[in-house]
């Protein structure tokens, strides 16, 4: 199957902190891929590097083949990368729709046309009751959902998703599961970090883990969970024993 996004011995420093390094894993086509590890694996870094807004001290990010890694957000959201943040980033005095719409200019000067597409996505959202609603008024579930609509509207065939999952009730994260699912469905592929194990693995088609800034073990979801360097980088090494 084809790759769609490559991920070439790529490395970061951010002063004495080596965030990323020498990290290789493809992105298939179509598939939902987890990004886990703990607290400071760089899961985050890594995602900087892909969407654009940090760029590699050295190796290589391609998508479809062609370079993208160094060449800046705007440019990495014209090819068609779209991501949400960990800390939900919205235009709170804005509505649902003005947010969507911001995403929707991307690709066109049109406001009718840049109205339509994201009256679209909002629906595909859910959020249609609350399309006059300012972002600010918004329930944390329906911010996330705004996220992922507004990183729609960019028309992106690769998004991805930091935390979206994280700090929602079971039914909301269920909610969310099933948005993942129909964004999939729509012919994009999704790269998610999530520290919500149980919400993730049913949901993720491959994991790649990383630790320390380097990857740990890449595989199905039932198998990386059961990597003793896994969960030894999870809960200690009296855990791995066991
Ligand atoms: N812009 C930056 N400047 C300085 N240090 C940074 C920067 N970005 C990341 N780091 C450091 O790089 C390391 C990896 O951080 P990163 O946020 O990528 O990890 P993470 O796996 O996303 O963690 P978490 O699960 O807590 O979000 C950390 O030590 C962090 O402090």
Known sequence: MAALLEVRNVSKRF??????????FDVIQGEILGLIGPNGA????LFNS???EVTPDSGEIRLDGQRISGLGPVEATK??????????????????????MVGAFTRTRRAAAAM??????????????????????????EKRKLEVARALATKSRLLLLDEMLTGLTPAEAQSGVQL???????????????????????LIDRAVVLNLGKVLTTGAPQEVVKNPEMIRAYLGDRYAAA
């Open 15 to 24: 002063g004495g902190v080596q965030a990323n390094s020498d990290i290789s």
């Open 116 to 141: 339509a597409e994201a009256e679209k996505v909002i629906d595909f959202a859910g959020l249609t009751g609350r399309i006059d609603t300012p972002a600010i008024s918004l329930t944390p579930p």
């Open 180 to 202: 993942i699912r129909d964004v999939r469905d729509q012919g994009v592929t999704i790269i998610m970090v999530e520290h919500v194990m149980e919400v993730l693995l049913p």
């Open 50 to 52: 892909i969407s654009g």
């Open 79 to 100: 090819r068609g990368i779209a991501r949400t943040f960990q800390v939900v980033r919205s235009f709170d005095s804005m509505t649902v729709l003005e947010n969507v």
């Open 42 to 45: 760089g899961k985050t870094s």
